[in-house]
């Protein structure tokens, strides 16, 4: 995995929002499949353009958009077997913890339908990965868009055992743990096959956050035993697969609510950090999370790690102006050292692929912030 040892280095969460072609021809595809064709096609270009426009603003570190998948977390559904969704067996959001009592108003015009519940994902048969001749389409397309494209290293994503069937149930397996343990060895596909395609893995599992306002009502212990199931499977699914080649993300959710629920860091970052990886990617530049540049004053980055803080947000339109972009990236440098930070952001901007968290030209320019921002930094910090 390469370092920001001459320069700051530059890179993203993973879903960046998709073309408006793209996403009509996965629509007519859906509704004809005589059109699939047209969309695998229109696929492969839309992540061509999407790699080479991340390398022309400047992002070091690229991907593939996620294009290939229809969200960050539940596309691992179509790809597994074992689970049935339930649309009319409804599921408590427990991911958004007593926000959904503190800001029940808001949540009800903002976000409608959501306090009513998800629909259910029952497992209710063995898991077991289904989708490889997806996934070799995916490292094709990245392979084929990655050449001649003017980046550092190319990075994909895929989701974490316990950011699966998050609104999950369990019906088939005897314990808790067999179950989870199913996920990671279905995943292990996916993980496997990023790794032997010569990409850096990027494994991501906000929900890992996200749950701690549920359970840690219960106790904070009980938060800690549901946490560190997830991770040890994780673990389990990534062995083979040196940690120089994985990077692991964590945020608090991309939706736009308060987050007052949200995990403070300090609070789990113990629990992060024993994901066998090389990077951390951590959500640190919306303003309910930035002050926590100051956990690693105190939580020391263990060697030959790398942090990846978020250092612009999609939680807001503003483009934030590359000299607070320089300061935010001085300020980890100084602390963890310059060669083990890479500037990156806080989490995707579109999770979903009908979702966007803010307008495309508005995340261009964020990364174009980025850019410049890490340029300035790197003139301070290397001289």
């Known amino acids: 995995m390469k370092r920001s040892e001459r320069r700051i280095l530059t890179t993203h969460v993973g879903s960046l929002i998709r073309p408006k072609a793209l996403l009509d021809a996965n629509k007519a595809a859906l509704e004809n499949a005589a059109k699939q064709g047209e969309y695998e096609a229109a696929l492969r270009k839309a992540v061509a353009d999407v790699v080479r426009h991340q390398a022309e603003v400047g992002i070091d570190i690229a991907n593939d958009g996620e294009f290939g998948k229809g969200s960050w977390a539940n596309y691992i559904l179509d790809r597994v077997t074992g689970f049935e969704i339930r649309e009319n067996q409804r599921r408590p959001v427990y991911w958004l913890g007593r926000d959904r009592e503190r800001f029940k108003d808001m949540m009800e015009i903002d976000m409608p339908g959501i306090l009513a519940g998800r629909p259910t994902e029952a497992c209710i048969g063995p898991i077991k990965y289904k989708a490889q001749d997806i996934i070799?389409?995916?490292?094709?397309?990245?392979?084929?868009?990655?050449?001649?494209?003017?980046?550092?290293?190319?990075?994909?994503?895929?989701?974490?055992?316990?950011?699966?069937?998050?609104?999950?149930?369990?019906?088939?397996?005897?314990?808790?743990?067999?179950?989870?343990?199913?996920?990671?060895?279905?995943?292990?596909?996916?993980?496997?096959?990023?790794?032997?395609?010569?990409?850096?893995?990027?494994?991501?599992?906000?929900?890992?956050?996200?749950?701690?306002?549920?359970?840690?009502?219960?106790?904070?212990?009980?938060?800690?035993?549901?946490?560190?199931?997830?991770?040890?499977?994780?673990?389990?699914?990534?062995?083979?697969?040196?940690?120089?080649?994985?990077?692991?993300?964590?945020?608090?959710?991309?939706?736009?609510?308060?987050?007052?629920?949200?995990?403070?860091?300090?609070?789990?970052?113990?629990?992060?950090?024993?994901?066998?990886?090389?990077?951390?990617?951590?959500?640190?530049?919306?303003p309910r999370h930035e002050h926590e540049w100051r956990v690693w004053e105190t939580v020391k980055l263990p060697k030959d790690k790398i942090l990846i803080p978020g250092i612009v947000t999609h939680h807001t339109i503003t483009v934030e102006h590359p000299r607070l972009v320089a300061d935010r990236i001085i300020r980890y440098a100084k602390i963890v050292g310059r060669e083990n930070v890479i500037a990156g952001t806080d989490c995707g901007f579109a999770q979903v692929d009908f979702i966007q968290r803010v307008h495309p030209t508005v995340m261009w320019a964020k990364f174009e912030a980025l850019a410049e921002g890490a340029r300035i930094a790197t003139k301070e910090l290397w001289g």
């Open 136 to 286: 070799k389409r995916d490292m094709d397309n990245l392979k084929a868009a990655a050449q001649g494209a003017k980046v550092e290293e190319i990075f994909f994503t895929a989701v974490a055992p316990a950011s699966t069937a998050f609104d999950g149930v369990n019906e088939h397996y005897k314990s808790e743990r067999d179950y989870i343990f199913a996920i990671a060895e279905a995943l292990r596909e996916e993980y496997q096959a990023a790794y032997k395609a010569g990409f850096v893995l990027q494994v991501d599992d906000a929900v890992l956050a996200n749950m701690y306002d549920h359970f840690v009502q219960q106790s904070p212990a009980k938060y800690r035993e549901w946490a560190e199931l997830r991770v040890d499977a994780l673990n389990h699914a990534l062995e083979g697969i040196p940690e120089d080649r994985i990077r692991y993300h964590v945020c608090f959710g991309s939706w736009h609510v308060p987050h007052v629920a949200d995990a403070p860091l300090e609070d789990i970052v113990d629990i992060v950090l024993k994901v066998k990886a090389q990077a951390y990617s951590i959500e640190a530049a919306n």
